[in-house]
C-alpha cells in the first residue's frame, strides 16, 4: 500500500453517479482517485497498468457487469459495490467486497463504507502497519444531527454517551445529539483511541486525566466504569 494514499478506481457509466463519488472522496485525505472508467474492458486496461487499492464498482454496465468482471480478477483489489438495485447484494458479498452501496450514496453512508476499507486494510496488514494506518488513516467520522451532516474530528471527541437509540456525542467544540445506536457509532473508532468502559459510554484513551475506583475522570468530566468492563480498562490504561 501507498505510504501516503489508498488509491482508488471509479468503474461506473453513469457520470452523475461518478461526480458523487468524487465528492464524497474529497472528504477523505488518505484515498487518491487515480482513473474514472465507464465500463469494465476499460477498468481492465488501468488495472494493467496503474497499481489501485479499492474500486468502487458498479454493477449494471455495457457489455460486462460489475460482478462478472470483478469475478474474473486474479487479484483483486477491494471493492466497495455502488449500484441502484439491490437484488444483487447476497452474490456481491458472496465475492468478499468491502461494502455494498445503494445509489443515491449520502455522505454519511459513503464514510461508514470508507471506515469498514479501513478496517479490513488493518485485519490483514501486519501489526507494525496497523498501527501505522490507524494514527495515519481516518481522522474523523461524519455524524447526522439536526437534518446536516456534522465532521467530528477524533482528536477533538471526548467521549459518547447513550440514551436508548440515541446518543450524545461530546466534544471539545460542545454536544451533539445523533439518532444512532452507540454501538452502531462504535464501529466507526479506531479502537486503538478509543474504548466502551460501560454499556452507555465509550471514551477516548488520550483525554483520560485520571482513574478513580469506579470512576474514570475526562478533565471536568466523570465517566462510570462498568462492572463488566473494569478489567479491560486496568489493562489499557491503569497499566497502560
Known amino acids: ?6 488509491t482508488c478506481l471509479i468503474v461506473d457509466d453513469e457520470p452523475i453517479a461518478i461526480r458523487v463519488i468524487k465528492t464524497h472522496l474529497s472528504e477523505f485525505k488518505n484515498l487518491r ?5 465507464s465500463h469494465a474492458i476499460e477498468a481492465i486496461e ?3 497498468k496503474t ?13 460486462i457487469t460489475g460482478v462478472e468482471f470483478l469475478k474474473n480478477l486474479n487479484h483483486p483489489p477491494k471493492v466497495i459495490f455502488t449500484t441502484a438495485y439491490r437484488d444483487y447484494a447476497i ?7 468491502v461494502d455494498y452501496l445503494l445509489k443515491p450514496i449520502s455522505l454519511l453512508r459513503f464514510s461508514k463504507a470508507i471506515n469498514r476499507f479501513y478496517q479490513r486494510v488493518n485485519e490483514t496488514a501486519s501489526s507494525s502497519a496497523t498501527d501505522w494506518n490507524q494514527s495515519q488513516q481516518a481522522d474523523h467520522l461524519f455524524v447526522k444531527a439536526d437534518k446536516k451532516l456534522h465532521k ?16 450524545l456525542v461530546h466534544t471539545e467544540k460542545g454536544k451533539i445529539t445523533v439518532k444512532e445506536r452507540i454501538s452502531q457509532l462504535e464501529e466507526q473508532l479506531p479502537n486503538k483511541r478509543f474504548m466502551r468502559v460501560h454499556r452507555s459510554y465509550i471514551i477516548s484513551i488520550d483525554k483520560v486525566s485520571s482513574l478513580l475506583p469506579g470512576l474514570v475522570e475526562l478533565g471536568s468530566h466523570k465517566i462510570p466504569i462498568g462492572r463488566s468492563y473494569k478489567a479491560e480498562v486496568d489493562k489499557r490504561i491503569a497499566k497502560g
Open 1 to 6: 500500500m501507498d505510504e501516503l494514499n489508498y
Open 33 to 37: 482517485l487515480v482513473g474514472e472508467c
Open 46 to 48: 488501468v488495472l494493467s
Open 51 to 63: 497499481k489501485v487499492d479499492l474500486i468502487f464498482l458498479d454493477i449494471q454496465m455495457p457489455q
Open 91 to 97: 452474490e456481491a458479498f458472496e465475492l468478499d467486497v
Open 152 to 167: 467530528i474530528l477524533f482528536n477533538e471527541l471526548i467521549y459518547l454517551e447513550s440514551y436508548g437509540d440515541y446518543v
